[in-house]
């Protein structure tokens, strides 16, 4: 049966929303717990479609995992075989490239599918596969895999510049990193959020890197990981897309389980658009009379304006008095979703890196569907705008990334529902 969401759009939202745990960060640190010699607790885990799938292959490849409750779980990797090879479904998201630095630094040899995940043009992974040959990794693309296998059966240190600034590559490296022989260095490497925290968690367990949140990063390789407990950060991106969300429809929520530094970037887009801002320790709150500006904006490498809230800003200038400009600087291709919006009446005009969007006083609804993760939150703040009935497909991108978005909405006093739809031939068939 098909999923869809449903949104009667036009109601301001009020009240309060946790915040979970963050996507990107969790499905680095999670695969992570298969370089620790020991048990390691992990808390504030998301719920969400893309830690089950990284749960799953972890499970099959023999790591004893535990539920302890809805957002922790315990990991003993300490007699996982040694597995080298990461499973078919892993190739479903894009993180599965973690278990190449993952698999390299436990067992000195990896095969993973090449990964997959939202489609945004040409996604390649070059930049991690130059660092893992650095660390004396033997490298090769054949059947939609990846081989790799460390020269003397282990990892050493060793100096990489990435060429772009690389999330993935980043962390990757540190993965691989974290039990080689020696010192490695990573310059122009990224500075987000999950960056840090994966260092930190690393450290908790008795790693060694250093610099993590600017753009050189040291890691000195440590004998072993011990066990130890951790708390993954809460999800950036999930708080900017409420945060948008109450500043195109109007409200007052507070966002709880939130840290506002590493929202500075989205808040500060939205207070020039017209929203006002508090920060209250780990909460922050939003208060929006709907009535938006229009605002230029670029996105960038953390801490600039971050791809990943692209789709969801765009949405809220679809509404915003004046004609915006948006610049894509990350992605080549991230304006599929574009077309979505043209159909409730946003005045868009994409043009390679560059949209122009000019302010309309209403969206109305239609029928829609999510193009990739973020485009599909998108969609949803799109619905909360728009006058009318907003029906939503293609769902299933939204869950790899939002922990119960329906349940979430309606908390702050959303009209949306979750509609299971019948197939289109049982449906034509029940009729006839
Ligand atoms: N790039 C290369 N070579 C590489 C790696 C990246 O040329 O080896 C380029 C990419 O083509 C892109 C830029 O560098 O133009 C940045 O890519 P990055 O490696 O930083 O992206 P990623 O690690 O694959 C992560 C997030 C994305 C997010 C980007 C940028 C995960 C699993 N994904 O991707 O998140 O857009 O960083 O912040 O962490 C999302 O959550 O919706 C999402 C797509």
Known sequence: MARKIEIRGGKPLHGELEISGAK?????????????????????IPQISDVSLMLTNMDEMGAAIRTINRTTMEFDCRDLPPVEEGSKSMSKIRASYYFIGVLLGRFGRAKVPMPGGCDFGVRPIDQHLKGMRAMGAKVEVADGYIYAQAKNGKLHGANIYLDVVSVGATMNIMLAAVLAEGRTVIENAAREPHIVDLANFLNAMGGDVRGAGTSVVRINGVEKLHGGFYSIIPDQIEAGTYLAAVAATGGDVVLKN??????????AKLVEMGAEIEEMGDAIRITSDGKLYSANVKTMPYPGFPTDMQPQILTCLTVAEGTSVV???????????????LKMGAKVQVDGKTAVVEGQPILTGAEVR???????????????????????????????????????????????????????????????
């Open 24 to 44: 990107n960060a969790a499905i680095a640190i999670i695969p992570a717990a298969m370089l620790v010699d020991g048990v390691c607790r992990i808390e504030n």
């Open 258 to 267: 939130v840290i506002p530094k590493h929202l500075y970037s989205i808040t």
């Open 327 to 341: 610049t894509e600087d990350i992605w080549d291709n991230r304006y599929n979703y574009v077309t979505e919006l």
């Open 370 to 432: 999510c193009c990739d993760l973020r485009a599909g939150a998108a969609m949803v703040i799109a619905g909360l705008i728009a006058q009318g009935v907003t029906s939503i497909g293609e769902i299933y991108h939204i869950e790899r990334g939002y922990e119960d978005m329906v349940e979430k909405l309606k908390g702050i006093g959303a009209d949306v529902r979750l509609v299971e739809e019948k197939d289109p031939v049982r449906k034509a068939r029940e009729l006839a």
